[in-house]
Nanobody, 119 residues
Framework: QVQLVESGGGLVQPGGSLRLSCAVS????????LGWYRQAPGKQRDLVAS???????NYAASVKGRFTISRDNAKNSVYLQMSGLKPEDTAVYFC?????????????WGQGTQVTVSS
């Protein structure tokens, strides 16, 4: 069973920075498309950023230029560097890993980590 464990959330002032980390178990990490999603109270879960096995990245318009997603295949980890944080970035952030392999689609989620941007 693949497990995703996020860390790095917390309380930060507007304009501050945080780095989220997600450790992924299992042997197929290098194949995964990895993503960070967020969900604010009463809202749907939305994609923040994603990175493919070939290191192609994609960002939501609201975070482009402020957030950077990266992966380290040697450490089975994906990161989200967040800077210029705004109160509207407040949400629970979820790590996601998904892959098509041998005709099967696997999709995994972490438990989430809270990010609160407030003065």
């Amino acid at each position: 069973q693949v497990q995703l464990v996020e860390s790095g959330g917390g309380l930060v002032q507007p304009g501050g920075s945080l780095r989220l980390s997600c450790a992924v178990s299992g042997s197929r990490f290098s194949r995964y498309v990895l993503g960070w999603y967020r969900q604010a109270p009463g809202k749907q879960r939305d994609l923040v950023a994603s990175i493919t096995s070939g290191d192609n990245t994609n960002y939501a318009a609201s975070v482009k230029g402020r957030f950077t997603i990266s992966r380290d295949n040697a450490k089975n980890s994906v990161y989200l560097q967040m800077s210029g944080l705004k109160p509207e970035d407040t949400a629970v952030y979820f790590c996601n890993a998904n892959v098509w392999f041998l005709g099967r689609y696997d999709n995994y989620w972490g438990q989430g980590t809270q990010v609160t941007v407030s003065s």
